[in-house]
């Protein structure tokens, strides 16, 4: 795992995708990992690769899950609500009702955002 990391290029599952492509990027995960720790902790390059590797076989395994259902509707666009069905039916509860409600949100700011634009638009036009 730790050592097929630093392959940039390497295929490592058969199926032709590339490890920097499969993963997410470490820099991100050290700093998301470093929000929640003291100011003077430090995390080692084995913790910030293990991480890697699970939260990205996370994300993979809702989304599969997700696209299963969009399949299965003959849906070929995941959206947030299949993200949010996924996290329950796997399981995740705790995680699918707070996302529920940032996605509701999200929709409602970018609603607004909308409608602020419409209107700019009818004031130029």
């Known amino acids: 795992m730790a050592e097929d990391a630093g392959a940039s290029g390497s295929n490592n599952d058969g199926g032709g995708i590339k490890e920097q492509d499969r993963l997410l990027p470490i820099a991100n995960v050290g700093r998301i990992m470093k929000q929640i720790l003291p100011q003077n902790a430090k995390i080692s390059k084995e913790a910030k ?73 009818k004031d130029i036009c």
């Open 49 to 121: 690769e293990t991480m890697q590797e699970c939260v990205s076989e996370f994300i993979s395994f809702v989304t599969s899950e997700a696209s299963d259902k969009c399949k299965k509707e003959r849906r070929k666009t995941v959206n947030g609500d299949d993200i949010c069905w996924a996290l329950a039916t796997l399981g995740f509860d705790d995680y699918a009702a707070p996302l529920k409600r940032y996605l509701y949100k999200y929709r409602e700011l970018e609603g607004d955002k909308a409608a602020a634009n419409q209107e700019q638009h």
